[in-house]
């Protein structure tokens, strides 16, 4: 396929692409033939014949900023795009920003295109057959591919990228993915080792990381590990390792929530770093009830654990060690990622200001970029080529709080000395957001942070400086593959539930007009005021050992519910059957898009326009489209049904001012 198919006047889409051989401001091309009538079916090779009927062959160059010529004719240097500046941006229908949209010159009429010739409705629906065609024949995946797979980018609130004039960067667990067992079987094993050297028993224990999922939170209290819906009420908790049951769940957390705020009882599990911590606590805990603990560590209560497991890890950061193992062997924890320098090299190239700003010190950083992005940037570049600002050491979320001074790294082995004004290239320790901002002289949201850590990266960025954010949480790929595959067992459930609620409201009808009897008030319909009484009790009899038997399948199958994720705690983003998570609140609340690598941008461009989606049951990506099939009759239609078939199909049920039966035909409910 030759490049003289693709379209002229694609301005909104994921490249920008104009004609190489008919000059910038020169004259407007030839205008293409008149599309086919709507009714035509539309291949390939018909489309691809229609962008051959072109007066002169034309190739094109893509750029973000400026028209590209080779064609020695021109006489004009007017461009046929410009971009809008952030001096004069607008606002769209949308409230998003408009800067960085391309735009379409005056030279340039839409007549010459054949785009007024019909009503712009007819052309959209032609130009998205063809644009789809195109995508297809050129090998590149549609974003709305991209957008249903596991390495999706998910939007909870509506993202002009065009608009985004600087990306920021965390680097742990966003630009470098450790692998969890090694990097936090690490980090556990040398917990274990400073606990060891406390005086506490540690013999038998070992790291097990399915134990612990992010965003679940220590009860430092009483020594659990609970898992909240979007309001703060616990679903499910652990004690020690041991899961506790519904019951003893609801007598312990049944009048209290979970409010993050509590700093001084709650934890909140925000990144894959908080794994090693909580699997430590919890099998210390076990220890400490066990009386396993030496007295002479004193008298320890569950938070004075916690706290004791939080020195030992932080002393293991503290002393180097694990960093130190790392360093010399990071093909061991270290996945890498081809695509991820690649992504970023897209967003650089359209222009985008890119920055990294990590906790991690100078040596630390060097050496894990090093090995992460080198290897797979073209043209010998090197990583911080891709960026304009270095900031290690930030110390977030001070960083985005307050102001500390800046350092300037100057030597390869660390050394520093102040500095007052960054410079374009810089590496930088300390310092503040506010300073980043000044250096970029934009503000707000117009600068992009991404980052793995909900508290440290997105929210403090947000709520202080209103950056956008995207968060980074790995798990997201299986955890979409965990739902795609649990569907069969969800829908078997939803059904069974369904079922349930169609009995149980018969049940409760009869039950109303059972008590009115009893009171000598008639009932709701006449038909229901005529039963004999043992007809009523033998119909709700049956009724009630109908739901007793189906609760008795209903509770394991709710139990095992997101197992294919994780046994103990099921899906990441659910509480309970159709609630949200904490963690997914969370998410929602401060991060305006998620995804799993900061490589999946490759699958959009620099310059995407992410829309945020219909709120359904759950979340865009986690839907489960259950629904019921009624069909509708009256409550005065009742006295022409026979209550005892109603009992016997089981599936009728009474609701306001109309009786919903599942989809049966009506000679089956007639007498």
Not at 260 to 278: G, M, Y
Not at 333 to 347: H, M, N, S, Y
Not at 379 to 402: C, H, T, Y
């Given at each position: 396929m030759?490049?003289a198919?693709?379209p002229l006047y694609h301005v ?14 020169g ?5 293409p033939?008149?599309p086919?009538?709507?009714s035509?079916?539309?291949s ?8 051959r009927?072109?007066?002169k ?10 028209c590209?010529l080779?064609d020695s004719?021109?006489s ?6 410009s971009i ?8 769209d ?9 391309l735009n379409?010159?005056?030279?340039h009429?839409?007549p010459?295109f ?5 009503p ?6 032609i130009?998205?057959l063809?644009a ?14 991209a957008?249903?797979?596991?390495r ?17 960067y965390?680097?742990d667990?966003?630009?470098?993915h450790?692998n969890v067992m ?11 080792d ?6 506490f028993?540690?013999e038998?224990l ?6 612990v999922?992010?965003?679940l ?16 009420y616990v679903q499910?908790?652990m004690?020690?390792?041991?899961m506790l049951s519904?019951r003893?769940?609801s007598?312990?957390y049944?009048?209290e ?9 709650w934890?909140?599990l ?8 909580a699997?430590?606590y919890?099998?210390m805990?076990?220890?400490l009830?066990e009386?396993a ?6 008298p320890?209560?569950y938070?004075?654990l ?11 950061h503290v002393?180097g060690q ?5 360093m ?6 270290v996945e890498?990622d ?5 992504a970023?090299?897209d ?12 906790n ?13 992005f080198?290897r ?5 570049m090197?990583?911080r080529?891709l960026f ?5 050491s930030?110390?977030?979320p001070e ?5 500390h001074?800046?350092?300037?790294v100057?030597?390869t082995?660390g050394?520093m000395r102040?500095c007052?004004k960054a ?12 300073m980043?901002?000044?250096f970029?002289?934009?503000?707000g ?7 793995d850590h909900?508290y440290t990266?997105v929210?403090q960025s947000?709520?202080?400086l209103r950056w ?7 798990e997201?790929?299986?955890e979409y593959?965990?739902l795609i595959n ?19 409201d ?16 008639p009932a709701?319909?006449l ?5 004999d ?7 709700m009899?049956k009724?009630l ?6 609760d008795e399948k209903?509770?394991?199958m709710?139990?095992?519910?997101g197992?294919?994720?994780?046994k103990?705690?099921?899906y990441?983003?659910r ?6 998570s ?5 998410i929602?609340k401060y ?9 999946n941008?490759l699958?959009?461009t620099?310059?995407?326009?992410f ?8 979340r865009q990506l986690?839907?489960?489209g259950d629904q019921?099939?009624?069909l509708v009759?009256k409550l005065?239609?009742?006295d ?12 009728t049920?009474?609701?306001d001012?109309?009786?919903y039966?599942q989809?049966?035909?009506a000679s089956?409910l007639?007498?």
């Amino acid at each position: 396929m030759t490049t003289a198919m693709m379209p002229l006047y694609h301005v909104f889409g994921s490249a920008t692409c104009f004609p190489k051989g008919n000059p910038c401001g020169g004259a407007p091309p030839p205008p293409p033939p008149p599309p086919p009538p709507l009714s035509m079916s539309l291949s390939p090779n018909v489309v691809m014949r229609m962008r051959r009927r072109k007066k002169k062959k034309k190739s094109f160059l893509c750029s973000a900023s400026k028209c590209n010529l080779d064609d020695s004719s021109s006489s004009s240097p007017k461009q046929p795009f410009s971009i809008t500046p952030s001096s004069q941006y607008d606002v769209d229908y949308l409230g998003q920003s408009t800067k960085g949209d391309l735009n379409l010159n005056s030279h340039h009429q839409l007549p010459s295109f054949g785009i007024d010739a019909r009503p712009i409705q007819e052309v959209a629906k032609i130009e998205a057959l063809e644009a789809q065609l195109l995508l297809a024949n050129l090998g590149i995946p549609s974003p709305s591919s991209a957008r249903d797979s596991p390495r999706g980018i998910f939007c909870s609130r509506t993202l002009n990228l065009r608009s985004i004039s600087a990306i920021g960067y965390d680097m742990d667990y966003t630009l470098i993915h450790y692998n969890v067992m090694a990097w936090e079987g690490r980090a556990y094993d040398y917990c274990m080792d400073n606990l060891r050297n406390m005086g506490f028993p540690i013999e038998g224990l070992a790291f097990d990381p399915d134990l612990v999922i992010r965003g679940l939170v220590i009860d430092k209290e009483n020594g659990n590990l609970v898992k909240a819906d979007r309001f703060g009420y616990v679903q499910r908790a652990m004690h020690g390792t041991r899961m506790l049951s519904t019951r003893v769940v609801s007598e312990m957390y049944g009048r209290e929530l979970v409010d993050l705020r509590k700093e001084s009882r709650w934890e909140f599990l925000n990144t894959l770093f908080s794994v090693s911590e909580a699997v430590a606590y919890m099998q210390m805990v076990n220890r400490l009830d066990e009386g396993a603990i030496a007295a002479e560590l004193g008298p320890l209560d569950y938070k004075g654990l916690y706290k004791a497991v939080g020195r030992a890890l932080f002393r293991a950061h503290v002393e180097g060690q694990l960093k130190n193992e790392i360093m010399t062997n990071p093909e061991l924890f270290v996945e890498p990622d081809p695509q991820l320098p690649l992504a970023l090299l897209d967003q650089k190239e359209a222009g985008k200001k890119l920055l990294l700003i990590t906790n991690s010190d100078y040596q630390y950083t060097n050496k894990m970029m090093k090995h992460s992005f080198n290897r797979f940037l073209p043209n010998e570049m090197g990583w911080r080529d891709l960026f304009d600002m270095v900031i290690v050491s930030a110390r977030k979320p001070e960083f985005f709080q307050m102001s500390h001074p800046l350092y300037e790294v100057v030597t390869t082995e660390g050394l520093m000395r102040p500095c007052f004004k960054a410079r374009a290239g810089g590496l930088y320790s300390g310092g503040s957001a506010q300073m980043v901002e000044n250096f970029l002289d934009i503000h707000g949201d117009e600068i992009l942070y991404v980052g793995d850590h909900i508290y440290t990266d997105v929210s403090q960025s947000k709520v202080h400086l209103r950056w956008r954010t995207a968060l980074i949480c790995r798990e997201l790929e299986e955890e979409y593959n965990a739902l795609i595959n649990g569907r069969g067992h969800r829908a078997a459930l939803v059904e069974l539930i369904n079922r349930k609620e169609v009995v149980g409201d018969l049940f409760n009808q009869l039950r109303l007009a059972l008590q009115r009897r009893t009171k000598n008030r008639p009932a709701q319909t006449l038909a229901a005021t005529n039963m004999d009484n043992q007809e009523l009790t033998e119909s709700m009899q049956k009724l009630l050992i109908v739901m007793q038997r189906l609760d008795e399948k209903i509770a394991p199958m709710l139990e095992i519910d997101g197992e294919l994720f994780n046994k103990r705690w099921g899906y990441l983003s659910r509480a309970g059957l159709w609630d949200k998570s904490h963690l997914m609140r969370q998410i929602e609340k401060y991060a305006d898009i998620y995804t799993s690598k900061v490589s999946n941008f490759l699958h959009y461009t620099p310059f995407m326009y992410f829309q945020s989606q219909e709120q359904a049951k759950g979340r865009q990506l986690f839907n489960v489209g259950d629904q019921k099939k009624n069909l509708v009759i009256k409550l005065d239609d009742m006295d022409r049904i026979d209550m005892n078939v109603i009992c016997v199909v089981w599936q009728t049920l009474a609701h306001d001012s109309y009786l919903y039966c599942q989809s049966q035909p009506a000679s089956d409910l007639e007498n």
